[in-house]
Every structure is written in C-alpha cells, then in structure tokens.
C-alpha cells in the first residue's frame, strides 16, 4: 500500500528532471540558492502581486503593456492605494476586465498600506485575503518573490498534469493538492515554472509536438493516442 505513492513522487521528480534537461542542463539542481540559470529573476512582491492580478484572463503580451504602463505611473502601494479608479482602469485598459481589475487593484494597495504597513504579506492565507487573489496568484508571488514552496496551477500546469496523469482533477485547487501530496516539498517550486514553459512550448493545447517530448514515455495521454493508432 505505501509503495504506490512513493513510486509516482519518483516519477513525478523524474518528469521534473527531463523537463530540465531539455532545456539544456546536465542535471536539475533543486537547491533554490543555485537556480539562477533557469530562475525569474526574483521580482518586487508588490509588482509581481499587481501584475499577477493583471494576468488573469489575459494574455502574456497585453499584461506586460498593462503593468509597464501602470507601474510608470504608480510604482507602489502607497501611490496606487491614493490612485483614482478611472485613472487606474485607463492606464490597464489593454487588459481583459480592467474595470474590475482596477478596483481589486486599489482596493489591494490600500489594504498593503492599511494592514500590512506598506509591505506584501508571504503566507498563501494573508495573500488570498486581497480581492482577486486566489491560490493562483499568492502562489505565484510565494514562489516568484519570497521563494517559498508553493505550486501555483495555471492553464499550463493543469493540462500538463492531467495529461501526463498526475491528476483526473480539473479544478485547479484539486490539481494543486494533489501535485503537492505526489511530490517532494523541495520540488515544488519548480513545478509552474517548469509546467508553464513546457505547456507553452511542447504541451501545447492543439498540436502538442509529442516527437519532441522528453516525457512521453510517462505520458498517459501520449500513450492513448498510440493505443488508438495502433488499433486502427
């Protein structure tokens, strides 16, 4: 009974690995100190927390456009809690539901201001006391800014998961519990980043390049599509 779950955290390790080295590295080096090859740079927690909330529903390009013009404006908390809403939505207008987005914006930057004195909270329970934040994006800046182990689920994460046969989940807070309970804590830090560029690059949602994928052998959904061929 207690084999099973220690062979899928191996396995899901592994899938970690080969991800890695496909982008070029001899091996993965989990310790978080000695990431910098691959690693985002370690970004501001506040304008990675703003920028997060810009990013739902949105796309990588318009984001960057909202939050360069936004943040060339105002450039922290305390400026943005003081912002009118209407300059605000101007401002991040290319991104989808600005409207909304600008009041969870200011309303977050007051509350920065307000309850945490000026500075973005670490822990996954302060973070998702702001509006529009969810595990997505708390995790995001956990991992992104301060560091912590923490598996934000995006689109990425979550067809890379299922289709590899991690999880039958499709909520992303299901995925992510249960890419926590079949992975090592000291790799989950990686997993969005890894997952993201993968899904975009290879694991693509039409037309996944399964010749060039260094995990197919793991792949469940790789390996029904060759059940269904063969049986052609």
């Keep these: 009974m207690k084999s099973k779950p220690k062979q899928k955290v191996k396995s899901i390790a592994k899938i970690l690995d080969l991800i890695a080295k496909d982008y070029g590295f001899s091996q993965m080096d989990w310790d978080r100190n000695r ?5 985002r740079v370690k970004s501001d927690p506040f ?3 703003i920028g997060t909330i810009l990013s739902a529903r949105n796309r990588d390009e318009s984001t960057s456009q909202a939050a360069e013009a936004l943040f060339s ?3 922290n908390a305390e400026k943005l809690a003081a912002a009118p809403v209407k300059s605000i939505e101007r401002l991040i ?3 989808g539901f600005y409207k909304t987005k600008a009041r969870y914006i200011k309303a977050t930057s007051k509350m920065i201001v307000d309850k945490f004195g000026g500075k973005v909270p670490e822990s996954m329970d302060e973070l998702c006391s702001f509006p529009g934040v969810g595990k997505k994006v708390a995790g995001c ?3 992104y800014s ?3 182990p923490e598996i934000p689920v995006d689109t990425h994460v979550a067809r890379v998961s299922r289709r590899i046969g991690i999880t039958k989940e499709k909520n992303p807070d299901k995925i992510r519990l249960d890419l926590m309970k079949k992975s090592q804590k000291k790799h989950w830090i990686v997993v969005n980043e890894l997952f993201v560029s993968f899904g975009k690059r290879t ?3 039409i037309g996944p390049l399964h010749e060039q994928c260094p995990v197919r052998q793991y792949c469940d959904f790789y390996k029904n599509l060759r059940g269904k061929s063969k049986r052609r």
């Design 203 to 205: 694991c693509k949602p």
């Design 73 to 75: 404006r105002y450039d």
């Design 141 to 143: 800046v956990m991992v």
């Design 35 to 39: 990431r910098q090859k691959w690693e």
């Design 47 to 49: 304008k990675s927390l």
């Design 93 to 95: 207008r290319k991104s």
């Design 146 to 148: 301060f560091g912590k």
